[in-house]
């Protein structure tokens, strides 16, 4: 606006025959691009403004542009209808006090100029095409600036609105989890004594079991001591904090030796196929935990052999776990609503996987790969696996 106004006084000096106060004028336009270039500065700082800092703003500009009429007739000035425009900014802009206080000042500046002005010197056989040009102008302007300003105020509407969305479901599946994890923290609580009960009695059969069924009773001793170890790690990794730091071909090799143990039928493969080395990372418990939920799956959907890749991804680490099965879409499923689940589980380890990965900062993506099967991938920022 400041570079039309410069532009049309060169015009009516040079091509109309306009005497101009070109020093009062000159002035306002620069003390208005001072203006500007401090809200530029402003504008950089993480603060966002608020409503005071724009309408003063806006009635700095209202000030500069009743000052210029001043000098340039006053209401006869074909321009005088920009004063309606930092009253449209203040309207889109601003809470309804602020935007009829700029309203009303916008009509004192108008009546202000209306009896105190300085006319202009205008030839007399140019007088009418001036005014004329100048509404012209003055409209064209207009346009010009409110159909900018409207279009930049929808599209970051647009923008706000996704950002909303985005929210509401990220939300809607945080109290999803929640409401997962409540329910599991309560079994876990009273599966404590019923285990606890399990092992007495286990305890007490082994004193009078004969060769014959000591095998028997031997394994399910086993097995619920080996509940009862996943029931502390369950309640321990709750206040876990980062592990000891590892390299991430490390990691993998470690993770995939662990998950043989839980699937000794099951044929896995660890291997970095990165060009690079690998980084050092601080694994929380709730990733390998993630990362096992995901090989369970993947040995679910293929009894045959599954690979866990790793590799840098710009700058974050990518885990990839391929399997031979049916493909994604069951999983996509599994992942979206808790309970879905294509096999005889409860439907809720890919669910909580991709929530807990999602929480950490990363993000899966299942795609199927050229010879089939499915191929998940993990996704994780390394600023925050190294910390």
Excluded at 113 to 120: D, Q
Excluded at 123 to 145: C, D, Q, R, T
Excluded at 286 to 315: C, E, F, H, M, Y
């Amino acid at each position: 606006m400041l570079a039309g106004l410069l532009l049309l006084m060169l015009w009516s000096e040079f091509y109309i025959g306009v005497q101009l106060p070109w020093l009062a004028m000159s002035a306002t336009l620069l003390l208005l691009a001072v203006l500007n270039a401090f809200t530029a500065v402003r504008l950089r700082q993480p603060a966002a403004p608020r409503p005071p800092e724009i309408l003063m703003h806006l009635l700095t500009d209202l000030a500069g542009l009743t000052v210029l009429l001043l000098h340039t007739g006053g209401w006869a000035n074909p321009f005088v209808s920009l004063l309606l425009l930092p009253v449209v900014m203040a309207s889109l802009l601003l809470p309804a006090a602020m935007a009829w206080f700029a309203g009303a000042l916008s009509i004192g500046a108008y009546s202000l100029v209306a009896y105190v002005n300085v006319p202009l010197n205008i030839p007399p056989e140019k007088a009418f095409y001036l005014h004329v040009s100048g509404m012209w102008f003055n409209f064209a302007a207009s346009v010009v600036v409110v159909v900018f300003m409207v279009l930049k105020l929808r599209t970051q509407l647009a923008v706000r609105e996704r950002e909303l969305a985005a929210f509401r479901e990220d939300n809607l599946r945080n109290e999803q989890v929640v409401a997962v994890a409540l329910t599991a923290a309560g079994a876990a609580h009273e599966l404590g004594t019923p285990l606890n009960t399990l092992a007495v009695l286990n305890e007490s059969l082994l004193a009078d079991a004969d060769d014959k069924n000591r095998e028997d009773l031997e394994l399910m001793r086993s097995q619920i001591e080996r509940c009862r170890n996943l029931l502390h790690d369950l309640s321990r990794s709750a206040q876990a904090a980062a592990g000891e730091s590892v390299s991430a071909d490390r990691y993998l090799s470690r993770l995939a030796e662990e998950w043989r143990l839980l699937r000794p039928a099951v044929e896995v493969e660890a291997a970095w196929t990165d060009a690079q080395a690998a980084p050092p990372i601080h694994p929380s418990a709730s990733l390998a935990q993630s990362l096992i939920n995901l090989l369970n799956n993947a040995a679910d959907a293929a009894p045959g052999l599954v690979r866990l890749q790793g590799k840098l991804a710009g700058d974050g680490l990518q885990i990839d776990i391929l399997d031979s099965g049916p493909g994604p879409a069951p999983a996509l499923r599994a992942m979206a609503e808790p309970g879905r689940s294509s096999k005889d589980g409860l439907g809720l380890g890919l669910f909580l996987s991709n929530a807990s990965i999602e929480n950490l900062g990363g993000q899966v993506t299942l795609s199927e790969r050229e010879n089939g099967g499915t191929c998940v991938s993990v996704w994780l920022p390394l600023q925050g696996l190294q910390k």
